[in-house]
């Protein structure tokens, strides 16, 4: 079964400050990894797809990396807004299966 | 284009009694999935379907909750009798199968889910 692991739990930092959200899974054979944004009451907003071959995505301020050999996948938001305060969910697809395994997410705070 | 449309949005009902979900697609996702969230977890996979087939139900108590997904396109998510440690938010999603993706293998996109709260 994968597991996966979002830590911290929750994050505050100063408007500005570059954001490292960390992901760790248990099985390194992925298909694909996709962070999500998630605001409170609100349904997922998907941000960025990293297939296994891939090491990175970018989109704007959004930088998704992926270690696939050591289970690890960090998506960075450069100069955070307080419009960035969410949780952030990452989530693992296996290899012949297309259910996604989540992590609990990490609650963002970001302070103006 | 439109995204997944879920409703209702919010659902209050005293258990034992039932309840309904209803999801409308990304128009051309052959692939749905029903997810459950509770609060402070991540999703977990309820359901899913391949057009009209449910191809991965393994994680749906069947004992009390019933999905399906006439001509393949919008689902209805039923549990009947509701029970308290039912209380979440059902989230639905939807996919494009990878052969027809053009590279976005697979890639979920989530509605903005319905609450549930059993009194």
């Known amino acids: 079964k994968q597991e996966v692991t979002q830590i911290p739990a929750a994050l505050s930092v100063p408007e500005g400050e570059n954001l490292v959200l960390n992901c760790s899974f248990t099985d390194s054979a992925i298909y694909n990894l996709q962070w999500f944004r998630q605001d409170p009451g609100k349904g997922l907003t998907s941000l960025l797809l990293?297939?296994?071959?891939?090491r990175e995505q970018t989109s704007g301020r959004l930088n998704a990396s992926l270690d696939k050999s050591s289970g690890r996948s960090t998506l960075y938001i450069a100069a955070s807004q307080p419009g960035d305060s969410a949780t952030y969910l990452c989530a693992v697809r296996r290899a012949n299966d297309y259910k996604l395994s989540f992590g609990a997410g990490t609650t963002v705070t970001v302070r103006a | 284009e439109a995204g997944v449309v879920q409703s209702p949005r919010y659902k209050i009902i005293e258990k034992k009694q039932p309840v309904a979900f209803w999801c409308n697609p990304i128009s051309g996702h052959n692939t749905l999935y029903w997810y459950l969230q509770n609060l402070g977890q991540g999703p977990e996979l309820l359901i899913r379907?391949?057009?009209?087939?449910?191809?991965?139900d393994s994680q749906l108590p069947k004992d009390r909750f019933s999905a399906e997904r006439l001509k393949g396109v919008d689902s209805t998510l039923k549990i009947q009798p509701a029970e308290l440690g039912d209380s979440a938010v059902y989230l639905c999603a939807s996919s494009l199968d990878g052969r027809l993706a053009g590279g976005r293998y697979n890639e979920q996109f989530f509605g903005p889910g319905t609450r549930l709260t059993v009194l």
């Open positions: 990293i297939q296994s071959s891939q």
């Open positions: 379907y391949e057009n009209e087939e449910a191809v991965d």
